[in-house]
């Protein structure tokens, strides 16, 4: 039975509202490794839903089910420290959050319903919302309070969208039910008019989600107020489950034989997102808008490479992957930074190699793979990206592309080096006495969920079993990708 | 041409828009949202096109929660905190009843080019929902007040409702019941953060609001 790996979650999540702290925090990862355990046998066995025509196994679907589970299971490791560390006030709201969300997400890549996809993909906001409001102070109030007015805002013309699908379904007189699998198979009889008006909207409402400019304007807030391990899901994860509902859409449409159409409106989403974080990128002086930024980058990219089709499709389902693994490595190493130093602006920060060379490892590590060193999956991601642009003629589209991520690496670089490297306090002397000690013991579990990300990225770069090539694969047959 | 009885009572929704527009204090738009939502819960049984028991039970259930629970809750919420009561306007009253006229006269002219089959016979109903959907964007975005934000996503979700729920029977139920579920939730999250911005702040202007950007 596949609901029961998202209603596993849901109820230890209700559980921990009323347990002791200790409790909790074992329940958080213990839920964690069943989760991983679940989505694994779900991977092997494929099994059929219990409710047919709302909940359904696809290979997009595991695709994101694996990444969620391998990433929350790391993620909960690392908060049990992190929440010795941080001394977060009433802390089992934040276990209990934290495992709602993580069941949320789950019912997103498993819904075959476009409704149940829309109202999974509102529970993950309303779930969210309270984790970045955990340090109750005034600037984490104005980030939840943008975040869930912006998101909502945004997902209810998500809702409109369904909407007019159905209406296409009504006006092209087609009698099937309204999943996403069964309107791919009848997306030719549909009216393309509402269907066009019906992705559009879509699009508008998930792309909120999902960070594309410019309706992002909630993410850098979001992604820099929240405590690091929810940082980490919402930036690994949760963007992915926002595009999850744009690919399944844009799988009807390419059915239907409207690709360029949707393609079109892709590759322009995804253009400004990338211009748009090469622009706020180069100014960012606090270390984690800086990496919420370039989520919205690699979330521009994904779209931009879906938008290309053909091996760009391919390219941005590796990108994906290798986004949540290197990225939620970043920011959980941006928590060790917040806890080691005390302070979210890069210009008090620096010295990094020295003061904490096992973060300084994992932060440089992650920021080699985010930004496309060769042998990292994000570059090869991206070469097929461009490779596809190429092909199909999107000459003027690809330089643009090219150009960003230059700007983008070279923003990038500059802050990192500040972080890592900067010594400008210490080396005269004199204001030696000004540094604050290091607050933080760089702990094992502190380190390793970040190494085990990264290993894990770089391992899929030169190994990849054949069970998880055949599913990407299989998931971008349907929007016409691969390497044909 | 002879109006329907729903359009008789949308017409009534169309006039409260244009009050929304011109409501310098909180209470006056709660009360404005309030019937707004009950009028678009009770819409479905106008058009229902084969009620079943359970279906007739739920809409009256949605009714009681959107026209009733909702804005009594918030209007007891402003009561008991003592949030200030004016909606704090960016663009001024007489230039936003302006925007309500044009907007009303554009929605009637964009539904007569939409010809939806479905709903061709109720001549009111899109021109309603298309004027409660970007009035609720429009309180959005130029009011200050967060109780008016509040409100205005409110109204955006019952314009929604409006033409989720009738323009296709296929998917009404599922609709009706995930609308239903976000506006609790949602709003509920909502209160609880607005109280949080007014015990920081001690206002809930969202001119606050401001720390963070780009």
Redesign the interface.
């Known amino acids: 039975m596949v609901e029961i790996i998202f209603l596993t979650p849901f109820l230890t999540g209700i559980l921990a509202f009323f347990l002791p702290k200790a409790v909790g925090r074992q329940l958080l990862v213990g839920t964690g490794a069943i989760h991983l355990f679940l989505s694994l046998l779900l991977w092997k066995n494929r099994p059929q839903a219990y409710f047919d025509g709302y909940f359904a196994v696809t290979p997009e679907g595991l695709l994101s089910l694996l990444v969620i589970s391998l990433l929350f299971f790391l993620i909960s490791i690392y908060t049990i420290s992190y929440l010795e560390e941080s001394g977060i006030q009433k802390e089992n709201i934040f276990t209990g959050f934290m495992l709602l969300f993580l069941s949320t997400m789950t019912m997103v890549t498993l819904s075959d ?4 996809m ?2 999974a993909i ?2 993950t906001t ?1 779930a969210s ?2 984790l970045i ?1 955990t340090h ?1 102070s ?2 984490s ?6 975040y ?2 912006i998101c ?2 945004g ?2 013309m998500a ?2 969208g ?2 007019f699908i ?2 296409a ?3 092209g007189n087609v009698d099937a039910p ?1 999943s996403f699998s069964s309107l791919t198979n009848v997306a030719k009889t549909l009216d393309p008019v509402w269907l066009k008006a019906g992705f559009v909207f879509i699009l508008v409402g998930y792309g909120t989600k999902m960070g594309l400019a410019p309706m992002h304007t909630w993410l ?2 979001a992604h ?2 929240a405590p690091s391990p929810a940082s980490a899901l919402l930036s690994g994860v949760l963007l992915n489950c926002a595009y999850l509902g744009i690919f399944k859409t844009n799988k009807i449409m390419h059915a239907a034989g409207l690709n360029d159409f949707s393609g079109t409106i892709l590759i322009v989403f995804g253009l400004i997102s990338i211009l748009a974080a090469a622009t ?1 990128i180069l ?2 002086n606090e270390y984690k ?1 800086m990496l919420a930024y370039s989520s919205i980058e690699n979330m521009g990219i994904i779209a931009f490479g879906t938008g290309i089709g053909g091996i760009g499709v391919y390219g941005a389902i590796i990108c994906m992957i290798h986004h949540s693994l290197i990225k939620s490595s970043l920011f959980l190493s941006s928590g060790n930074i917040l806890l080691g130093y005390g302070d979210r602006y890069i210009k008090n920060t620096g010295d990094m190699v020295r003061r904490m060379p096992k973060t300084f490892v994992a932060f440089f590590g992650g920021f080699a793979g985010i930004s496309g060193f060769p042998p990292f999956g994000i570059f090869i991601g991206e070469f097929f990206i461009i490779v596809g642009a190429f092909r199909t003629g999107h000459y003027i589209a690809a330089g643009i592309f090219i150009l960003s991520l230059c700007v983008i690496f070279a923003g990038f670089a500059n802050q990192v080096m500040k972080i890592s490297f900067n010594s400008s306090s210490d080396d005269s002397g004199e204001n030696l006495d000004s540094i604050k000690p290091i607050g933080l013991k760089e702990k094992a579990s502190m380190v390793w969920p970040q190494y085990i990300l990264l290993l894990t990225s770089l391992i899929l770069c030169f190994y990849m079993p054949d069970t998880l090539y055949q599913t990407i694969i299989d998931a971008v047959a349907a929007l016409g990708g691969g390497f044909k | 041409m002879i109006l329907h009885p729903v359009d008789t009572i949308l017409s009534l929704v169309l006039l409260s828009v244009l009050f929304s527009y011109g409501a310098s204090r909180v209470p006056g738009l709660i009360m404005v949202v309030g019937f707004q939502g009950i009028v678009a819960s009770m819409v479905p049984l106008f058009i229902g096109h084969d009620m079943t028991t359970g279906g007739i039970i739920f809409t009256f259930a949605t009714l009681l929660i959107r026209g009733v629970i909702i804005p009594m809750s918030i209007y007891i919420a402003i009561k008991k905190v003592e949030i200030k009561r004016e909606v704090e306007p960016i663009i001024g009253f007489h230039a936003s009843i302006l925007c309500g006229l044009g907007l009303i006269v554009a929605a009637t002219f964009i539904s007569r080019q939409l010809n939806i089959p479905s709903i061709s016979e109720y001549t009111l109903l899109l021109p309603t929902a298309i004027a409660l959907l970007v009035t609720g964007m429009f309180l959005l975005i130029a009011r200050r007040n967060a109780i008016a934000m509040v409100l205005g996503y409110i109204m955006m979700e019952n314009g929604i409702y409006l033409v989720g729920t009738t323009i296709s029977v296929r998917a009404r139920h599922i609709v009706e019941f995930g609308i239903l579920l976000d506006i609790l939730a949602g709003v509920m999250i909502m209160a609880i953060i607005l109280q949080n911005i007014k015990r920081t702040f001690d206002d809930v202007d969202t001119a606050h609001l401001r720390t963070l950007k780009e």
């Not at chain 1, 109030?141 to 943008?146: R, S, V």
């Open positions: 319903h476009i409704m149940v829309w109202i509102e529970a309303l919302a309270p409001y109750r005034s600037a109030l104005e980030a939840t309070w943008k869930i007015l909502s805002v997902i209810a809702l409109l369904s909407v159905t209406l379904m009504d006006i309204l850098p807030d820099s107020e706020f100014k960012q808008r």
